[in-house]
């Protein structure tokens, strides 16, 4: 059975400061990576989806690596902002059951003070 | 903008008495999934409709049920809601190709859902 962990649980850096999440899951035979925002109370908003094929995916101030063959991701992001501050998901697609389920992880609560 | 749509998004409920969540997409997607998503938690996939073909997760309570009429809407009813199933219900839709391949899901916003 897939399982997928995020450390730390919770984040609190200063304004402008690069940081990583990180994001390990046991099974290897993943169909793709995705990284998702979540504000609280709201629903979850895509950040960047790697495919298994691929090593990493940039969009503006975020970068996902994804080294399947020992199981884990990241999530960089550079130059932190205030409206930053959200919960982080990553979740996996996996190969079997038609490749079509996602498995998250728990998350990340981001803080970033002014 | 095309976009996934739920209905509510805070429901309060009594112990017992049923209720239904809506979510509608403009996507055109020809896949629809519920998730519920409890506090501090992951989102755990509860099931999903390919076209009309319903695949419900070997998990999921026999308390929760679904609903697809057209391709455009999803309702997941809950037949008698208990204080556990209090927790966030996103809906995400994703297209299927030709290949079997299923593709990027999109989120709805969320219903939040409080059982007194």
């Known amino acids: 059975k897939q399982e997928v962990t995020q450390i730390p649980a919770a984040l609190s850096v200063p304004e402008g400061e690069n940081l990583v999440l990180n994001c390990s899951f046991t099974?290897?035979?993943?169909?793709?990576l995705q990284w998702f925002r979540q504000d609280p109370g709201k629903g979850l908003t895509s950040l960047l989806l790697?495919?298994?094929?691929?090593r990493e995916q940039t969009s503006g101030r975020l970068n996902a690596s994804l080294d399947k063959s020992s199981g884990r991701s990241t999530l960089y992001i550079a130059a932190s902002q205030p409206g930053d501050s959200a919960t982080y998901l990553c979740a996996v697609k996996e190969l079997t059951g038609g490749g079509n389920k996602l498995t998250f992880g728990t998350g990340t609560q981001l803080k970033v003070e002014l | 903008d095309a976009m996934v749509i739920q209905n509510p998004r805070y429901q309060v409920t009594q112990f017992g008495k049923p209720v239904t969540l809506s979510c509608s997409q403009t996507l055109n997607h020809n896949v629809m999934y519920w998730y519920q998503q409890k506090s501090s938690q992951a989102p755990k996939l509860l099931f999903h409709?390919?076209?009309?073909?319903?695949?419900n997760e070997a998990d999921t309570p026999d308390n929760f049920q679904s609903r697809r009429p057209n391709t455009s809407f999803c309702f997941l009813d809950i037949r008698s809601p208990g204080l556990g199933d209090a927790a966030m219900y996103l809906c995400?839709?994703?297209?299927?190709?030709?290949?079997?391949?299923?593709?990027?899901?999109?989120f709805g916003p969320g219903t939040r859902l409080t059982v007194t």
């Open positions: 099974d290897s035979a993943i169909y793709n």
């Open positions: 790697i495919q298994s094929s691929q």
């Open positions: 995400a839709t994703s297209s299927r190709g030709l290949s079997g391949r299923f593709n990027e899901q999109y």
């Open positions: 409709y390919y076209d009309k073909d319903f695949n």
